[in-house]
């Protein structure tokens, strides 16, 4: 059974830094490229970060050299680094593949505020 568990997210003041996790079960993670996607309540989901299966990388505009996407095959994890936060950063986090997502998890909550 396909499977995403999200978690490191919180509270930060904006400049701070976050790291998630997300663990994945499933047969497809190392061959498949991967993302991270976010989603502010009364808005779509947005993917703000993707991996393929080699490691090649594409951001969207505005997180793009603040926030940096890494992967672990062997455990099935997914990471977003993010660093110095924007309060438009916040929103609630998922992973998933980047193409042709399968059924969501439930998400961390990342709130930038001062």
């Known amino acids: 059974q396909v499977q995403f568990v999200e978690s490191g997210g919180g509270l930060k003041q904006p400049g701070e830094s976050l790291r998630l996790s997300c663990a994945v079960s499933?047969?497809?993670?190392?061959?498949?490229?991967l993302g991270w996607w976010r989603q502010i309540p009364g808005n779509q989901r947005e993917m703000v970060a993707q991996i393929t299966r080699t490691g090649f990388t594409v951001y969207t505009p505005s997180v793009k050299g603040r926030f940096t996407i890494s992967k672990e095959d062997t455990n099935s994890t997914l990471f977003l680094q993010m660093n110095s936060l924007k309060p438009e950063d916040t929103a609630v986090y998922y992973c998933n593949k980047a193409v042709q997502p399968l059924p969501w998890g439930q998400g961390t909550q990342v709130t930038v505020s001062s």
């Open positions: 499933g047969t497809f993670f190392s061959g498949s490229t």
